[in-house]
């Protein structure tokens, strides 16, 4: 199977060693290059912010750089405007330039040290404000003050949150015997470490809130589930049993987490509380159970399995009970990820003759494969929904692509200098 389980048996065949946790900054950060972009793009222009040049300048950066990469919005050049958040644009100007939208504002500095970032935007063709919104920030938080601008300017124009204060986890493979687990932003920068061993490190995932990442560890020459506290660093075991120990997926309050296990033989799935205790098994079978994902409500759990001969996805109560087959068509469909409105599923389907990141509209079982790609694996969905992560490879080497759900705008994340695999995207930032 392309699942978890043959990448466990891959990996861990790796060499053994020490491990370390810290909160570090990363060497490498991710480089994101769009190849596509979204129809009818909203004509956007982000004025430069007012105040300290280098301050404002930065700031401004980080906004523009996350509209555009959505692929929803078309920029304007808004160079030579003078205007901050307090200005009374001249409509007619901006029309003239060709937005629709235009956000404008300023960054100032206070007495104890912090910044404000302020901002209005404003509807050019209604000649009326939008909406806008301030933030209190410092000079080692630019980044997320623009993040958050960037998150409200696409709420006002799209209807639906942003995503830019996100953060998203993957494993860096950067030599023999090396591997990282990065925490970065949504946009790949400000990349930490929050483990570095020289054992494989597989299959993260995010706590709903945000707070901790569930993920498969070698370090002890086997595979190990730990639940990791990203503000502390502390980690507790969840999962060792006799055999494998894998695939990890949280239930949508936080409490369980479904895991595989091969403690009983074969390759079955169960929950164990997130501290470890209280282990149950969801069913039984002779086949190889794997990879589950819990849909929003946490009434199921979805999961791919070979009971019917070849890998397929079904589901199954979050408490038990009976097994529906969900995939058809095709002979290999795996890693079902569940959109956050629980209406698709995201998954890994066997296209001739590679593996390929497709979706599927659980209501009407239509499905639609948005990529040509040879070597998908590991989606992940944006908490809006919109974008769906996926590891992939080029040039020998692996990298992360974000693809929206139409298949319209596509995006590489890539690290200069190792193999990126395994992603997972963090829930809307607290």
């Known amino acids: 199977m392309h699942s978890s389980?043959?990448?466990?048996?891959?990996?861990?065949?790796?060499?053994?060693?020490?491990l370390t946790l810290l909160q570090a900054p990363a060497h490498a950060e991710l480089t994101i290059e769009i190849t596509g972009a979204g129809a009818n793009r909203i004509p956007l222009a982000v004025a430069d912010f007012g105040g300290d040049a280098g301050v404002s300048r930065a700031l401004t950066s980080v906004v523009r750089g996350d509209?555009?990469?959505?692929?929803?919005?078309?920029?304007?050049?808004?160079?030579?405007?003078?205007?901050?958040?307090?200005?009374?644009?001249?409509?007619?100007?901006?029309?003239?330039?060709?937005?629709d939208a235009l956000a404008a504002g300023s960054i100032a500095g206070?007495?104890?040290g912090r910044m404000e970032a302020r901002f209005r935007l404003h509807d050019v063709n209604k000649q009326?404000?939008?909406?806008?919104?301030?933030?209190?920030?410092?000079?080692?938080m630019l980044r997320a003050a623009g993040h958050r601008i960037a998150d409200v300017i696409y709420e006002k124009l799209i209807g639906e949150p942003g995503i830019f204060s996100t953060r998203i986890a993957y494993v860096v493979k950067g030599g023999p015997n090396r591997y990282?687990?990065?925490?970065?932003?949504?946009?790949?920068?400000?990349?930490?470490?929050?483990?570095?061993?020289?054992?494989?490190?597989?299959?993260?995932?995010?706590?709903?809130?945000?707070?901790?990442?569930?993920?498969?560890?070698?370090?002890?020459?086997?595979?190990?589930?730990?639940?990791?506290?990203?503000?502390?660093?502390?980690?507790?075991v969840a999962a060792n049993f006799k055999g494998s120990?894998?695939?990890?997926?949280?239930?949508?309050?936080?409490?369980?987490?479904?895991?595989?296990?091969?403690?009983d033989g074969g390759s079955q799935i169960f929950t164990v509380n997130a501290d470890g205790s209280g282990v149950q098994r969801l069913a039984t079978?002779?086949?190889?159970?794997?990879e589950p994902n819990y849909s929003p409500d946490g009434q199921h759990i979805y999961f791919?399995?070979?009971?019917?001969?070849?890998?397929?996805?079904?589901?199954?109560?979050?408490?038990?009970?009976?097994?529906?087959?969900?995939?058809?068509?095709?002979s290999y469909n795996v890693s079902p990820r569940i959109s956050p409105d629980g209406k698709s599923m995201a998954f890994i389907s066997r296209r001739d003759g590679g593996f390929r990141l497709a979706v599927m509209d659980l209501a009407s079982k239509q499905v639609q494969v948005l990529t040509d790609s040879n070597k998908d694996e590991s989606p992940s969905f944006a908490p809006n929904g919109r974008m769906i992560l996926i590891a992939s490879e080029a040039g020998g080497r692996g990298v992360l692509s974000a693809v929206s759900i139409d298949g319209r705008i596509k995006q590489r994340l890539s690290i200069p200098a190792g193999n990126v695999r395994e992603p997972a995207w963090g829930p809307f930032a607290k």
């Not at 079978?285 to 794997?290: H, K, L, V």
């Open 5 to 18: 389980l043959h990448k466990m048996r891959r990996l861990a065949l790796a060499a053994c060693g020490a």
């Open 67 to 99: 509209l555009e990469r959505s692929g929803l919005f078309k920029m304007i050049d808004a160079s030579g405007a003078a205007l901050t958040e307090a200005s009374s644009p001249v409509y007619a100007d901006w029309k003239a330039r060709g937005a």
């Open 110 to 112: 206070s007495p104890d």
């Open 128 to 140: 009326g404000v939008l909406g806008g919104a301030a933030f209190v920030t410092s000079s080692g």
């Open 180 to 236: 990282e687990l990065h925490i970065a932003d949504a946009d790949g920068q400000n990349a930490q470490a929050a483990l570095i061993s020289k054992e494989p490190i597989i299959s993260p995932a995010w706590s709903p809130d945000g707070s901790r990442l569930a993920y498969v560890s070698f370090e002890n020459k086997k595979p190990i589930i730990f639940v990791h506290s990203l503000a502390t660093g502390k980690r507790v």
């Open 245 to 263: 120990n894998s695939a990890p997926a949280w239930s949508p309050d936080g409490r369980k987490v479904a895991v595989v296990l091969s403690k």
């Open 285 to 290: 079978s002779s086949a190889i159970d794997t």
């Open 304 to 330: 791919t399995s070979d009971r019917g001969g070849s890998p397929q996805i079904y589901r199954i109560g979050a408490s038990g009970g009976e097994v529906q087959r969900i995939s058809f068509e095709g």
